[in-house]
């Protein structure tokens, strides 16, 4: 049987926020135990918030509710981003990971701020 996909499931920003999930997943399980309600959780809230709000925004039928779910799901970027700034600064993570985060961050931000004009421009019209 042939599986349904939804219309988040399309969107190139929201696999590429799932994956920068699964990437700050994996990086804070080397953070010390005592950041499991701190930074760890912070980090891990903030970007499965991005794909989520991705996905609750691809749900709503009118383009100004689909625009508000976006720009939290960018705001929610722009807090990981904070979140793995300090993460780099207090040596939790490493330059390298660092960089990487850095980078799909940028990308999912410009690809959802994007999605964000276009859905409110398509209202406009």
């Given at each position: 049987?042939?599986?349904?996909i ?14 920068l ?6 990086m ?8 499991i ?16 709000n991705?996905a609750?925004?691809c ?42 985060c ?20 398509s209202?406009?019209?």
């Amino acid at each position: 049987m042939k599986q349904f996909i939804y219309s988040f499931e399309k969107l190139e920003v929201w696999k590429h926020s799932k994956n920068l999930t699964k990437t700050i997943y994996s990086m804070t399980q080397s953070f010390p135990k005592t950041e499991i309600n701190g930074l760890t959780n912070q980090m891990r809230r903030a970007s499965i918030s991005i794909s989520s709000n991705l996905a609750e925004g691809c749900g709503r039928k009118i383009g100004k509710d689909q625009a508000r779910f976006y720009q939290i799901a960018l705001s929610s970027s722009f807090e990981l981003l904070n979140q793995t700034i300090i993460a780099l600064e207090i040596n939790y993570i490493n330059e390298e990971e660092y960089q990487q985060c850095r980078k799909l961050i940028e990308i999912i931000s410009f690809q959802i701020n994007s999605l964000h004009k276009y859905t409110l421009k398509s209202e406009m019209s």
